[in-house]
């Protein structure tokens, strides 16, 4: 785990510069943010949760505090992490506590220097991006050191250097690859004089990372120990019209993921987006090749830390029943494209009424690429080989999934809103879930919904949510209500229910029931839940994780001060 004495050193520099600038006691701010959330374990044989399962578990808890200090263009801060033990769905390498990140900044009017952790992204993050996600129990943070410097009005300049966080692991022991990038961003209408008044705005970005780790002694091949990746953006705007573009490539880099392939790696994405009052479009193109980029081969405990991030290009849905098969990024492979479109239907029309409407409409299908074995080969991904070849704009047979969503947002009256809508989606079990590229299993669903809110008074509100899942694979059929009261801004009391019926799989049906009731005072929210959790995948932005079935009370406590 973290040392305690690094919090001391940086208190202490933070306490010398204070001195040093004649410390002004309005100058210094200090902030923070805390968040515990603890859940209790029970016996359910209505939805299979027996003693076995638990396994002596009653409670788990997952906190975090973090502090900030600030004094000037200079700031250090701390965050404290604790699993005790991990909850359930969260990896249990995080069991345990400590200082899980710490930093010291300098932030000038052109230049910034982080030394510790930190958190940054080039571009996209193809190449590059470090984040951190609580609800997921993702962290990867960078340990070492951040420059940012603006030589020149338009130009931006990034340089990481260190290793990334692997639950609770030191460098020395979790045999983790050291990571370095440097990245530059020119925005040319800032930086050339002749640009400055054009109504297309340009913008240019490159960047560079490489990962050392040393080459394993037990492995059958001979691993390469340096591996180097490039991107290069545009960024381009005229009026109306919107596109972004980045590509981005790596050496080969033989690891776990992609059964040990000498295979080089590249990533596309495209977006272009047009908009005018009343009307927006957004098109989206997305090819991965064997673009897996980890500081770890073949980690012993849990996933890898990502050093890349591939951005989702399916629809984010944020309703329970249409987010039930959520699409992971395949980093071995995929190619699709995606299209969304909204309209705001002018009011006085038989739909737009008094008060006017607006229509969201979202498509993105996704499927693998065409790979084919090497020359001399029978099959695909042999180890030791550069595992296929592809052509680059090629689609593959096999679907990985498909999303066809329609959303009607619409103003009744001053005291009724309504939100409808309705989902297709085709979603490969086989590939999202178990990682086999070449078979093609899906699951096929159809998603109705509605959520409607009636406003009693300015005060108190009344919400219900009506949700239904069609589908003849995996568990059936589901249905969903909930009803929420909210007596505004203190007070939220919810009751729901998940009913699972025609399952092929049991003759029985589940219903996953949950009351919770949420106090917020000012920046501090409680809320208390009980009932049963069902057993799925949560994803947020595209990275997931699997959450099992729960039964039991769920308490979050969060607060920023």
Same mark, same amino acid.
């Given at each position: 785990?973290?040392?305690?004495?690094?919090?001391?050193?940086?208190?202490?520099?933070?306490?010398?510069?204070?001195?040093?600038?004649?410390?002004?006691?309005?100058?210094?701010?200090?902030?923070?943010?805390?968040? &515990?959330?603890?859940?209790?374990?029970?016996?359910?044989?209505? &939805?299979?949760?027996? /003693?076995?399962?638990?396994?002596?578990?009653?409670?788990?808890?997952?906190?975090?505090?973090?502090?900030?200090?600030?004094?000037?263009d200079f700031s !250090?801060?701390?965050?404290?992490?604790?699993?005790?033990?991990?909850?359930?769905? =969260?990896?249990?390498?995080?069991?345990?506590?400590?200082?899980?990140?710490?930093?010291?900044?300098?932030?000038?009017?052109?230049?910034?220097?982080?030394?510790?952790?930190?958190?940054?992204?080039?571009?996209?993050?193809?190449?590059?991006?470090?984040?951190?996600?609580?609800? #997921?129990?993702?962290?990867?943070?960078? +340990?070492?050191?951040?420059?940012?410097?603006? *030589?020149?009005?338009?130009?931006?300049?990034?340089?990481?250097?260190?290793?990334?966080?692997?639950?609770?692991?030191?460098?020395?022991?979790?045999?983790?690859?050291?990571?370095?990038?440097?990245?530059?961003?020119?925005?040319?209408?800032?930086?050339?004089?002749?640009?400055?008044? /054009?109504?297309?705005?340009?913008?240019?970005?490159?960047?560079?990372?490489?990962?050392?780790?040393?080459?394993? *002694?037990?492995?059958?091949?001979?691993?390469?120990?340096?591996?180097?990746?490039?991107?290069?953006?545009?960024?381009?705007?005229?009026?109306?019209?919107?596109?972004?573009?980045?590509?981005?490539?790596?050496?080969?880099?033989?690891?776990?993921?992609? %059964?040990?392939?000498?295979?080089?790696?590249?990533?596309?994405?495209?977006?272009?987006?047009?908009?005018?009052?009343?009307?927006?479009?957004?098109?989206?193109?997305?090819?991965?090749? %064997?673009?897996?980029?980890?500081?770890?081969?073949?980690?012993?405990?849990?996933?890898? *830390?990502?050093?890349?991030?591939?951005?989702?290009?399916?629809?984010?849905?944020?309703?329970?029943?249409?987010?039930?098969?959520?699409?992971?990024?395949?980093?071995?492979?995929?190619?699709?494209?995606?299209?969304?479109?909204? =309209?705001?239907?002018?009011?006085?029309?038989?739909?737009?009424?008094?008060?006017?409407?607006?229509? /969201? #409409?979202? $498509?993105?299908?996704?499927?693998?690429?065409?790979?084919?074995?090497?020359?001399?080969?029978?099959?695909?991904?042999?180890?030791?080989?550069?595992?296929?070849? !592809?052509?680059?704009?090629?689609?593959?047979?096999?679907?990985?999934?498909?999303?066809?969503?329609?959303? #009607?947002?619409?103003?009744? /009256?001053?005291?009724?809103?309504?939100?409808?809508?309705?989902?297709?989606?085709?979603?490969?079990?086989?590939?999202?879930?178990e990682s086999i590229?070449?078979?093609?299993?899906?699951?096929?669903?159809?998603?109705?919904? &509605?959520?409607?809110?009636? +406003?009693?008074?300015?005060?108190?509100?009344?919400?219900?949510?009506?949700?239904?899942?069609?589908?003849?694979?995996?568990?059936? +059929?589901?249905?969903?209500?909930?009803?929420?009261?909210?007596?505004?801004? +203190?007070?939220?009391?919810?009751?729901?229910?998940?009913?699972?019926?025609?399952?092929?799989?049991?003759?029985?049906?589940?219903? $996953?029931?949950?009351?919770?009731?949420?106090?917020?005072?000012?920046?501090?929210?409680?809320?208390?839940?009980?009932?049963?959790?069902?057993?799925?995948?949560?994803?947020?932005?595209?990275?997931?994780?699997q959450v099992p079935?729960?039964?039991?009370?769920?308490?979050?406590?969060?607060?920023?001060?």
């Amino acid at each position: 785990m973290m040392r305690i004495p690094a919090i001391f050193f940086a208190l202490l520099i933070m306490g010398a510069l204070s001195v040093q600038a004649q410390f002004d006691p309005d100058k210094a701010q200090v902030q923070g943010n805390f968040q &515990i959330d603890m859940q209790t374990y029970q016996e359910d044989e209505k &939805i299979g949760i027996t /003693s076995e399962d638990i396994d002596g578990k009653k409670t788990a808890l997952n906190a975090y505090g973090k502090v900030v200090y600030r004094y000037g263009d200079f700031s !250090a801060g701390l965050r404290y992490e604790a699993y005790l033990p991990p909850i359930e769905g =969260y990896n249990q390498a995080y069991k345990g506590h400590g200082i899980a990140h710490k930093y010291v900044k300098y932030n000038g009017d052109n230049i910034e220097i982080t030394v510790g952790n930190f958190y940054d992204q080039f571009g996209n993050g193809l190449i590059f991006r470090s984040y951190e996600e609580w609800s #997921l129990g993702y962290d990867n943070s960078m +340990n070492g050191a951040h420059v940012k410097v603006k *030589p020149l009005d338009g130009i931006t300049l990034k340089g990481v250097y260190g290793t990334q966080r692997h639950y609770w692991q030191e460098y020395e022991d979790g045999g983790r690859g050291m990571v370095r990038g440097v990245d530059a961003n020119i925005n040319l209408n800032r930086l050339l004089e002749g640009l400055k008044s /054009s109504k297309t705005r340009i913008s240019l970005g490159g960047s560079f990372v490489s990962k050392y780790e040393k080459d394993d *002694p037990f492995s059958d091949y001979k691993l390469p120990e340096n591996i180097g990746g490039y991107a290069g953006r545009l960024n381009l705007r005229h009026g109306k019209w919107s596109f972004r573009g980045e590509y981005a490539r790596k050496i080969n880099d033989p690891h776990s993921i992609n %059964n040990y392939i000498f295979k080089d790696g590249e990533a596309l994405w495209l977006s272009g987006t047009y908009t005018q009052k009343g009307f927006g479009a957004i098109a989206s193109f997305k090819r991965i090749d %064997n673009f897996s980029f980890t500081s770890m081969r073949n980690p012993s405990v849990g996933d890898a *830390p990502n050093i890349n991030y591939l951005p989702p290009l399916s629809h984010q849905h944020k309703y329970t029943l249409p987010a039930m098969y959520p699409y992971a990024t395949q980093a071995n492979g995929e190619i699709g494209y995606s299209a969304e479109m909204f =309209y705001r239907v002018p009011k006085g029309t038989k739909l737009g009424g008094e008060n006017g409407a607006k229509l /969201s #409409l979202n $498509y993105s299908k996704i499927h693998g690429l065409d790979k084919e074995p090497l020359p001399g080969d029978t099959a695909i991904n042999v180890p030791g080989t550069e595992g296929y070849r !592809a052509d680059f704009l090629k689609f593959g047979d096999i679907k990985y999934f498909e999303d066809l969503s329609l959303k #009607l947002d619409k103003k009744v /009256s001053k005291s009724v809103k309504f939100t409808a809508g309705y989902t297709h989606i085709d979603y490969n079990v086989a590939v999202i879930e178990e990682s086999i590229e070449e078979v093609e299993q899906l699951y096929k669903t159809d998603v109705g919904f &509605i959520d409607l809110t009636y +406003n009693i008074n300015r005060e108190e509100a009344l919400r219900t949510e009506l949700q239904y899942l069609s589908t003849r694979q995996d568990s059936g +059929n589901w249905a969903m209500a909930m009803v929420e009261y909210s007596h505004s801004p +203190n007070w939220f009391v919810t009751v729901q229910d998940q009913y699972n019926f025609n399952n092929p799989k049991t003759d029985n049906t589940y219903h $996953y029931y949950t009351f919770s009731v949420a106090y917020v005072h000012e920046s501090t929210r409680f809320s208390l839940s009980y009932g049963r959790q069902r057993e799925g995948i949560l994803c947020v932005g595209g990275v997931c994780r699997q959450v099992p079935a729960s039964s039991g009370f769920r308490l979050t406590i969060s607060s920023t001060f």
